[in-house]
């Protein structure tokens, strides 16, 4: 049973232009959520998070939405870069979970110079 | 920085065998994780260690055991390796934080092979 979803295995966008990747979940219980930026042949990297008493959070080009009653959110990039081509996991987590997350199964981005 | 090591970048089993791949963390995280990340599945636990000798499974322990006997390392087991264990394998540490949901940092991943 898949609690974190991503129902775009892939996206491409045209550099500069905005990116819009995004996430689906099913479990109540979670109160925060992350993405993480995987390149080839690397680990997983944090990217940004927000807590469930937001609904929005930004840093730099990057800015994470949150719809707690549709259990959705979103990863915006604006302006898509080349270097941000890579694959995205949406993540969550709930309170007293000893840091347990919960990954979606990814989107993987390209950005077209 | 913190520094996520993993024992083997790549790896080839033969069916039947024994494996065992090492994590170690730098950053004296209590927190410790073992994934597997493949095609179409995303990253899913396998087990995870909150503390020297804890462990807790995952959402998908079987065939796989783990050991934490010192707070830095984390080892993966798979008792008896099997095609369907054919995976890339990424070992993640945190810290408890106070009350804060902490980053988890991940190791180049394992690619395992087993034939």
Redesign the interface.
């Given at each position: 049973d898949q609690q974190v979803k991503q129902n775009s295995p892939s996206l491409s966008v045209q550099e500069g232009r905005i990116s819009i990747l995004n996430c689906d979940y099913t479990n109540s219980m979670f109160d925060y959520f992350l993405w993480y930026k995987k390149y080839p042949a690397e680990g997983p990297t944090f990217l940004i998070s927000i807590s469930s008493i937001k609904d929005k959070n930004e840093d730099g080009r990057f800015t994470v939405f949150l719809n707690k009653s549709a259990k959705h959110l979103s990863l915006h990039i604006v302006p898509s870069q080349p270097g941000d081509s890579a694959v995205y996991f949406c993540a969550a987590t709930s309170a007293g979970g000893y840091q347990k997350v919960t990954f979606g199964t990814g989107t993987k981005l390209q950005v077209i110079p | 920085d913190v520094k996520?090591t993993q024992s083997s970048?790549y790896l080839v089993k033969r069916t039947g065998e024994k494996v065992f791949l090492e994590c170690v963390q730098d950053m004296d995280h209590e927190?410790m994780?073992w994934?597997r990340q493949d095609p179409?599945?995303?990253?899913?636990?396998i087990y995870?260690s909150?503390d020297v000798k804890m462990k807790?499974k995952?959402?998908i322990p079987e065939g796989y055991s783990v050991s934490r006997e010192k707070k830095e390392r984390f080892s993966l087991i798979l008792e008896s390796a099997s095609t369907n264990q054919t995976s890339m394998y990424?070992c993640?540490s945190?810290s408890?934080g106070q009350g804060e949901?902490?980053?988890?940092?991940?190791?180049?991943?394992t690619r395992l092979l087993v034939l």
């Open positions: - | 996520v970048r927190n994780f994934y179409g599945l995303g990253l899913r636990l995870f909150y807790e995952g959402d990424l993640a945190s408890s949901r902490e980053t988890q940092y991940f190791g180049p991943g």
